[in-house]
């Protein structure tokens, strides 16, 4: 088992309580890394619905809030997405760590902003009502599907290059850092990993935890990357930095339990 280094992990649409939700692998990938800091980057559940979460997402959930104990030294950081609305108090008790909505920053002398992305999905905020529709019928979708949620995924990737929300969330997205003079900002919510480069700003979407191909973030001393998780090998591709000759970063093209008072705000370091 390899066990890497980062200074920060960041993780996003794990949708606990769906079908899909790869929470086990998550658990894996947490436990095979050491860092100094956690990002949850929006749609950890899927709805509020507690009865739809499973062994594996309460023990993923179970290994957060151990990782949040201030003897470990580590910061884990909670950004909330859409799917989170009404979740975000009940659960930053359970699991003991802070909401925010949107949390930024600094490593190495530079400014990175982490920020859900669904702000910036017109049709999204446009259509409340119509979304919340879609994701019902989604979720009765996944329960219909065979084991292997083909189907499922299959529709999610058609929704997202439907829409095109994947630009349209990276170009607000980069407009939203340089009002705040980030350098980096991170997203998820289009479950599509992705990274551009604009007029001195970089913007990284992490993807998502619910299709054949799951992926994360690190930032460390190398800068940041994109991982694909790697189930065969019941490990992460960690990069070969890292020592692991077999592994590889993941290159995307930039087209297409109760410890106190949960704490809604926004973070400027």
């Known amino acids: 088992m390899t066990i890497s280094y980062c200074d920060t992990i960041i993780l ?30 929006g749609d950890i559940f899927c709805d509020l619905n507690f009865g739809r979460l499973k062994k594996d997402h309460w023990r993923l959930l179970s290994h957060i809030r151990k990782l949040s104990n201030p003897k470990r030294g580590i910061e884990v ?7 989170d609305r009404g979740l975000s108090l009940v659960m930053s008790h359970l699991v003991g760590i802070k909401v925010y909505q949107q949390y930024a920053w600094e490593y190495r002398g530079v400014r990175h902003l982490a920020v859900h992305g669904h ?21 009765l979708l996944q329960k219909l599907d065979f084991r292997q949620q083909r189907l499922s995924k299959l529709v ?16 607000g997205a980069l407009a939203h850092a340089r009002t705040h003079n980030a350098q980096r900002v991170f997203c998820g919510h289009t479950h599509q990993a992705m990274h551009l480069a604009e007029d001195g ?23 940041v990357q994109i991982h694909e998780y790697d189930q065969r090998s019941d490990d992460c591709n960690s990069g070969q930095e890292r020592g692991d000759p077999a592994a590889e970063v993941v ?4 087209t297409a339990g109760l410890l106190g008072d949960a704490e809604y705000e926004t973070v400027y370091s």
């Open 251 to 254: 290159e995307f093209p930039g």
């Open 12 to 41: 996003s649409d794990l949708h606990l309580g769906s079908e899909m939700s790869r929470a086990r692998d998550a658990l894996r990938l947490l436990q095979r890394h050491y860092f100094e800091r956690l990002i949850l980057l």
């Open 119 to 139: 702000q910036f999905d017109r049709f999204l905020t446009d259509n409340a009502l119509l979304g919340g529709l879609a994701s019902a019928a989604f979720l």
């Open 201 to 223: 700003v970089e913007y990284f979407n992490t993807g998502c935890w619910i299709q054949a191909t799951a992926t994360f973030i690190t930032v460390d001393e190398q800068g």
């Open 77 to 83: 950081v909670w950004v909330e997405g859409n799917h």
């Open 156 to 171: 999610d990737r058609l929704d997202t290059r439907w829409r095109r929300h994947s630009s349209k969330v990276a170009a």
